[in-house]
Structure formats: C-alpha cells, structure tokens
C-alpha cells in the first residue's frame, strides 16, 4: 500500500515508518525540512516531500499517488495558541486529503470530567478528521517506552526523589499503553480499513501507580501521598526542575489525568483480536533494557524545536572564535568523542561552568542540561542535546549544533573533522549573532573558555579518539 506519514521526525512516527517498510508498504514522508531525517537508517528507502499542514498549498503534491495516510502531528509546545493551530492544519489536510481511502489519527483518551487544552483540542482534531474523511481515530493514554516523554518524567521523578507529595487526582485512574502494542494497532489499521474512534491501553493504574510501579520494577520504595493544598502547575515545575522534561510540556502530561482518563477497550479486542497490550510493568522492563542497550531509536526530544536553520547561518557576518588541533587518529574515531559530548558524559573540561550555565539557563525558563541526549555516541538532525538542538551531522566530518538556551541572540558550535597526514586535524568553531549591548558582553564574557577551554577540549578528545581508533 503507498502510505504518506506525517509526523516522522516524532516519537511514534520515527518508530513507524520501519515497521511500515518491514510490511511492504511504500512509504513517502511529508516532512517541513527533509535535512530532519537524515541519518536515520531508513531514510533511503521512503521517499521524502518537503511541506507543512499550516501550508495547504504543499500538500496535493505529497499526497498525490497515496492510499492511506497517518496523521500524526500537532502543535502542543509550539508557538501560538496550539488549539488554533491544530483545527487549522486538520481543516487543511481534509480539504487536500479526500482521495485517500484512510487517514488513520493518533489522539487521546477523553477524561471523566472536564477535558485539558491539550486533550480537547486532540479530540478535536479527531472530529475534524472524522468527519470529512474516511478515517481510523486511536485515542490513548500515556504511552510507555524508552525515550517517551511519560516514560521519561515518570523514570526521572522515580529516581531522583524518595516521596511524592502529590496534587489532587494523583490516584485518578489513568490507562498507559506500551509504545510497541501502540504501534502495533497503527500498522495493522491499514488492513482493516477506516474504523471511526477505537480506545486502547493496558490495565488500568494511576500516575501514583505508574511512579509506583517503575520503583518496584527497579527495586525501589516511592511513596506517593495526596496533598490538596499542592497544585498542578507546582508540580509541572518541580518536574521541568527535576527530569530532562520541560514545564512546557509536563503541564499538559500532568493536567492529562487531573481526571480519570481510561479506554472502552471492547472495539480495539474485537477488531484487534491478534493485539494482547503487555502489562504496564514489563512495558517499564522492556524500556529499560532498551535503555541499558543504548538502542532508544526515537526520543521526545527530536520533536520539539523549530525547523532547522543551519542554511541561514552567514558566518562572515557573525562573532566567530575557533581552535584547530591536530590528532594522530583516525577521522572516525575524532569524529565518534565529538559526538560523545554533552548528556551524561558532561563536555569534559570546565563542566562546573557547564553546569552553572545550565542552571542558569533553567530558571530563566531554558531548557539547562536536563533534556540530556537519546543515545550516548549517536546525534540525529533536529534532536535535542542539552541546550543544543543538532542541526546538521555528517558522520566522519562534521557536527553543527544551534544554542537553545536563552541568551541575547544566537549561537552555534561547530566540529569539523579532516583527514590530515596521518591522522585528523579537529576544528572547533563557536558563532554568535548577538542582538544588542547584552549581546555583544555576553560574547566576550565567553572569550575564556573559547580561549582555552576549547583548546584543553581539543587535546581531551584528541586523547579520547585514540583510544577509539
């Protein structure tokens, strides 16, 4: 079947669209900036059209020749008023989309009660989709698995504090699903035609259960008490504060199950039979020994941020402060520590000012070092790595990464590898367009670390890709 997806470079997509190749299924991707997908492994094998839902004039060339397509985008975290933007695109993707057989949408199961922004607007995305088009709308609870935003501030909170003093509602009862049964269902949707709304999940738990039940998979006590008089947006920024997740995005997960929010799974056993979800504990097993494997293949970190912008980066125009050194190792392996920075590894000299700039940049309201990285060697175009945002990657030659961090103006580090003689000669290279005064003293309150941080860094992973090699 020629099926178009949307939403590639996201959690669940970036998981789909190799299940989908493995099928059989002729693959075309409908993505703002192709340059997001590279280096994944697939990427050879789809075929890649450049558009955005918010711009209905890109999308009759994408969907010309398709079947079927999975809608899988929106713009919660993104600039604006999301709600808007959502029942936007949905109005223009149903206008271009009417020759497709099925549209299949990933939303969110409605809570008993009064809905979120995020969840009403996602329903509402589904009415649209429904409505006008032959159409499959799975609505979920959180999903569950290495690299999920659920998964990840339910990992971190667990590990990091020894009780939870938690808001109302922290018992209501919600109802996870495994990323590997959910992506299950969209791949066999394609099969059974359009279905209209099918709820799915696992049993039923709560968000005390959930942090309660990844404690006792790994071993730990985690008491969770309910405490009224603490209030949700409290919560969202002890979480922005205490795992890699941003407020941003931990105030609508957490206003998610500020009500019951479970599934009527009937439909999804009687049109799914062949689906069994696991059970929400071995989904934390199986995501935790992805993790430990170091095979985490999509994180909700390459969703967030804008398109990439490397292409508009003048550096004749720009403050620009550089070091070259050379290395007896080969490019591979300078390449390979390059890439190793940031995360868990730190950034190898000077991470104490790392780690003050990193916590200046969170209560600002950046996003500090928390986000970490998806994998502790491998950079994609488009993920996020601590402050950094990857713009471009070339394997073996060169890394550029766009300054997410709040500063007055824009920055960028680059590392650029080249054979030389016999061995590689490494380039580091950092980039400012300031704005203003501010702009210009904040560069060169950085001249000391370019002066020499960059080059006590050069020298370390110099030493670094010599063990590599």
Excluded at 54 to 61: A, F, H, K, Q, S
Excluded at 452 to 467: I, P, S
Aim: net charge positive; proline share 7%; with cysteine.
């Amino acid at each position: 079947m020629r099926v178009l997806v949307t939403g590639a470079t996201g959690y669940v997509g970036g998981r789909l669209v190799p299940l989908l190749l493995e099928a059989g299924h002729e693959v075309r991707l409908l993505v703002r900036d192709p340059a997001r997908v590279g280096g994944r492994p697939w990427v050879e094998r789809v075929e890649l059209a450049a558009g955005d839902v918010l711009r209905p004039e890109t999308l009759g060339p994408a969907l010309e020749g398709m079947e079927a397509a999975f809608y899988l985008v929106h713009s919660m975290g993104g600039e604006g008023e999301f709600q808007e933007l959502d029942r936007r695109a949905a109005g223009h993707w149903v206008a271009a989309a009417r020759g497709l057989s099925h549209t299949v949408y990933l939303g969110g199961l409605l809570p008993q009660g009064l809905a979120s922004d995020h969840l009403s607007s996602r329903a509402e995305v589904g009415e649209i989709l429904r409505a006008g088009l032959p159409a499959t709308e799975f609505r979920a609870g959180p999903v569950v698995g290495s690299g999920s935003a659920s998964f990840e501030m339910v990992r971190y909170l667990a590990e990091r504090v020894p009780f939870f003093l938690a808001p109302r509602g922290v018992h209501n009862a919600v109802q996870p699903i495994g990323i590997g049964d959910m992506l299950g269902y969209l791949v066999a949707s394609l099969e059974k035609g359009p279905q209209g709304v099918v709820e799915v999940g696992t049993e039923r738990s709560s968000f005390g259960g959930m942090l309660q039940g990844y404690a006792e998979v790994r071993g730990l006590r985690r008491p969770v008490w309910e405490v009224p008089l603490v209030r949700p947006g409290f919560c969202a920024l002890m979480v922005g504060l205490l795992t890699p997740i941003p407020r941003s995005l931990a105030a609508p997960l957490l206003e998610g199950v500020a009500h019951p929010v479970v599934a009527d799974t009937t439909r999804a056993r009687q049109i799914f039979p062949e689906i069994v979800p696991l059970s929400y504990r071995e989904c934390v097993r199986r995501a935790l020994e992805r993790i430990a494997a170091e095979d985490v293949e999509t994180s909700w970190r390459g969703a967030q941020g804008r398109p990439l912008e490397s292409r508009r980066v003048d550096w004749a125009g720009l403050y620009r402060a550089s070091c070259s050194h050379f290395v007896e190792a080969p490019p591979a392996a300078l390449f390979r520590a390059c890439s190793s920075l940031g995360g868990e590894q730190g950034y190898r000299v000077w991470n104490w000012a790392w780690r003050l700039r990193g916590w200046i940049d969170q209560w600002l309201g950046g996003p500090g070092l928390r986000r970490g990285r998806r994998h502790p060697y491998e950079l994609l175009p488009g993920e996020a790595m601590d402050v950094w945002r990857v713009e471009a990657v070339e394997p073996g030659r060169r890394l550029f990464l766009r300054a997410e961090m709040k500063l007055p103006g824009r920055a960028w580090l680059s590392f650029e590898v080249s054979p030389e003689g016999t061995g590689s000669r490494l380039v580091i290279t950092a980039l400012m367009e300031p704005h203003g005064m501010p702009g210009w003293l904040y560069w060169w309150s950085t001249y000391p670390y370019h002066r020499f941080g960059f080059r006590q860094l050069a020298r370390v992973l110099g030493r670094e890709a010599l063990t590599l090699a």
